[in-house]
């Protein structure tokens, strides 16, 4: 029997997480009334990147829970490969808390044992990395466990062994940052082995130092990294390759909620890669993707499709 | 002065805002709940001095728990704030596929409370209590747990105090007889009284007559003054050692969410036994008070207080309407 491989062009590896959000602006501890919503910063990249147009597939394992199941429904549903996705009949698929009140989001997760947590290296399918054009992954899929962390390190290996570009936000929490093993773990991929690296402006100061992003841009490229983009939420974004720096301010949308906004962000500068736009268009476009996605709550909610973007971009 | 003292796991409750399957429930309601924590509350609502020992995560969940727990009265100076573990997280599904039944989804392996042991028990703070209580959820919990929940009994027995047991089986955590019935014997041996329901007892004796049932319980609970068995909206019969047992039809009312009805009939039970009461009437109210808690969502905002019993009792049983309002 032929097997036939789904083929996809961007593979992500991480944990998805049943997200539940404080609806009436009080702190986690006081809040009585969620929504849940379906998060987990990996899970929102691939289906924003369905929606953009592009095929993606998602290496984790859920649990066979209620959620685990609604994730596998909402996937195939959004058109994401969930051929690599394990559906753990012992394990559970993780959730978080949120709540935002007076500008900030307050996080707490319970995801300790979940079944993502068991990822390892041998759900590192080989032919599925390679086939792909880009591998996806971020400082929380690292973060999830040890054995998280070494199947990043196998994909990322298979993945550079095979000319596939590696993608990585450090999507730094503050829970994890504590961890020397994590902190040394961003540092050498965004140093060392990422192509495209997603990060925040805080998020470059934190990892190198309170200098000019354009700067700390200038030194990744240096060190090897193809692709550089800056994200500075309302003040908009920076994209830097070897060809050059490109600036896209903000675009005004109503902000509902930003929680999400990273990822789509990400998913758009990778749709921009597969599409060979340059660092301009890049910038305006992703920029522009992850702004539409804080009109609504919750990360999936309001992402938009490309003729969306583009709508908005020839508007502004 | 503590009256009474418990021991077990509490944790955020998280309410399917409508009835259905959680897949496409948004909306959730946080409460608070875990049987011994309901029971304690219970009794804190009928003017009992009542102390929990547990343990929370160093987390936004935990702090929720305590401050829950002591607006309703309850002292939480025993309960630990853990940092290596978390404070336990469960979902209620409501109405389905059975209507009128929860279904639940427990986030609590490896909880904090799951690691609480035998020295999370100080015995001066528990030696003026008059009553402890415990169920079989405890000692499922964990190795530690199960130590901790005898540990309890123990020094209540040695005390003098009066030792309460609810068998309380959760067949997610004790998947089979065997299991629940390691789990329950050695409590059911120090008991002074005895809690159950209809569906624990088949699942620890099999299929059977009640009455074969209870005999094959009381042979297991030589101390046991009382047993007590539930039987949902049918009500509830008491077993006294010496004495003919009773009964008491319990009441009708619409269900919204069953959960915490057993906790609450426990609490108002041992309430009216440590006031003396006769038999008879603990059961009456005992079934007013679970009946009452199912009409809410959420274990502890419906539990009653000595006047809600009344008034509940009284138009339920009361012959005549009398005016409400």
Not at chain 1, 15 to 28: D, N, V
Not at chain 2, 153 to 161: L, S, T
Not at chain 2, 197 to 223: S, W, Y
Request: charge should be negative; charged fraction near 20%; hydrophobic fraction near 45%.
């Amino acid at each position: 029997m032929i097997e036939v491989m789904a083929m996809v062009e961007v593979v992500a590896l991480g944990e998805p997480l049943a997200g539940f959000y404080g609806t009436s602006g009080r702190p986690i501890a006081e809040e009585t009334s969620f929504q849940r919503i379906w998060g987990g910063d990996t899970s929102n990249f691939v289906v924003a990147l369905a929606k953009l147009g592009h095929t993606s597939g998602y290496i984790t394992r859920v649990g066979s829970d209620a959620w685990g199941r609604s994730f596998m429904d909402l996937w195939s549903r959004a058109g994401v490969d969930t051929s690599h996705v394990v559906v753990d009949a012992e394990g559970y698929t993780g959730l978080y808390f949120s709540c935002s009140h007076d500008q900030s989001h307050e996080f707490t997760y319970h995801r300790k044992g979940s079944a993502a947590s068991h990822l390892s290296q041998s759900d590192i399918d080989t032919q599925y990395v390679t086939r792909a054009k880009v591998l996806h992954l971020t400082g929380i899929s690292q973060a999830i466990s040890p054995s998280a962390m070494e199947a990043c390190f196998a994909a990322i290996e298979v993945a550079r062994d095979n000319s596939v570009t590696v993608s990585y936000d450090p999507n730094i929490r503050p829970g994890f940052w504590a961890s020397s093993t994590l902190r040394a773990a961003v540092r050498h991929t965004i140093l060392r082995l990422a192509d495209v690296v997603e990060l925040t402006l805080d998020e470059a100061h934190l990892l190198f130092g309170d200098v000019e992003p354009v700067k700390i841009a200038a030194r990744l490229i240096d060190g090897g990294v193809t692709l550089v983009a800056v994200k500075m939420g309302p003040d908009g974004c920076l994209v830097v390759t070897r060809d050059g720096a490109s600036r896209a301010p903000g675009v005004q949308v109503h902000v509902e909620d930003t929680v999400g906004a990273g990822d789509v962000f990400d998913a758009a500068v990778v749709a921009c890669l597969l599409e060979g736009r340059s660092p301009d268009v890049t910038a305006r476009f992703a920029n522009a993707a992850a702004a539409m996605t804080c009109r609504g709550r919750g990360p999936l909610v309001s992402q938009p499709t490309r003729e969306e973007v583009e709508h908005l971009l020839r508007a502004e | 002065m503590l009256d009474v003292v418990s021991l077990g796991e509490v944790m955020v409750q998280l309410n399917a805002a409508e009835p259905g399957p959680l897949r496409a429930v948004r909306m959730f309601e946080r409460h608070v709940a875990g049987s011994e924590a309901d029971t304690l509350a219970g009794l804190a609502r009928l003017g009992f001095n009542a102390s929990f020992i547990s343990r929370v995560g160093d987390d936004e969940m935990g702090m929720a728990v305590l401050m829950e727990l002591n607006s309703y009265g309850v002292d939480t100076s025993r309960v630990t704030v853990d940092r290596e573990a978390p404070t336990g997280v469960y979902l209620v599904q409501r109405g389905y596929p059975v209507p009128g039944k929860s279904k639940v989804y427990y986030y609590r392996s490896g909880s904090a409370a799951s690691r609480m042991g035998p020295d999370d028990i100080e015995p001066e703070w528990i030696s003026s209590a008059r009553l402890a209580h415990v169920t079989g959820i405890t000692p499922a919990l964990s190795q530690s747990c199960r130590e901790a929940a005898l540990r309890l009994a123990e020094i209540a027995h040695n005390n003098g105090a009066l030792f309460s047991f609810d068998t309380n089986i959760r067949i997610q955590l004790l998947k089979t007889p065997e299991a629940a019935r390691r789990a329950v014997d050695p409590f059911l041996a120090f008991a002074d009284i005895v809690f159950t329901g209809t569906g624990d007892l088949d699942f620890l004796f099999g299929n059977d007559e009640l009455e074969h049932q209870v005999e094959i319980l009381r042979k297991l609970c030589p101390a046991a003054r009382v047993l007590v068995v539930k039987c949902g909206s049918h009500g509830a019969s008491a077993y006294p050692k010496d004495g003919v047992p009773s009964s008491d039809p319990g009441f009708s009312v619409p269900v919204v969410d069953e959960l915490g009805a057993g906790d609450a009939f426990d609490a108002a039970f041992l309430a009216c036994i440590l006031k003396g009461s006769p038999i008879d009437e603990a059961l009456m109210y005992a079934n007013a008070a679970g009946a009452i808690a199912v009409t809410a969502r959420g274990d502890l905002e419906p539990l009653p207080t000595w006047n809600d019993l009344h008034v509940f009792v009284a138009r339920h049983r009361g012959g005549r309407e009398s005016l409400m309002r």
